[in-house]
């Protein structure tokens, strides 16, 4: 059983940064590819990004592009997100989660395997 600890949230002035950070317990995370996705308030969870299980490979949704960065530490057993230029419309809890069998969808929720409980970003003047 994997468990998911995301970290790294808070208040922020937009243009400012934050940096996310996903630790996996329970097994090693080689293995495994890992999404961030997130959820404003009265909307529904969306996919931000995907690192494959060797971090060779990446992708984020076309309204981060250019802004995050996400990135893995297999020794830390630990994913991060760096989110530069946030804007008011990045406020959500951000969530991580773990994909233990390759898929090719990197943003359909069912394709998840095992969840954080999510941080909270705040993007405010």
């Known amino acids: 059983q994997l468990q998911l600890v995301e970290s790294g949230g808070g208040l922020v002035q937009p243009g400012g940064s934050l940096r996310l950070s996903c630790a996996v317990s329970g097994a090693t995370t080689d293995f495994y590819g890992i999404g961030w996705f997130r959820q404003a308030p009265g909307k529904d969870r969306e996919g931000v990004s995907y690192?494959?299980?060797?971090?060779?490979?990446?992708n984020y949704a076309d309204s981060v592009k250019g802004r995050f960065t996400i990135s893995r530490d297999n020794a830390k057993n630990t994913v991060y997100l760096q989110m530069n230029s946030l804007k008011p419309e990045d406020t959500a809890v951000y969530y991580c989660?773990?994909?233990?069998?390759?898929?090719?969808?990197?943003?359909?929720?069912?394709?998840?395997?095992?969840w954080g409980q999510g941080t909270q970003v705040t993007v405010s003047s």
């Open positions: 989660a773990v994909q233990v069998l390759y898929s090719g969808y990197y943003y359909l929720l069912h394709e998840y395997d095992y």
């Open positions: 690192i494959s299980s060797s971090g060779g490979y990446t």
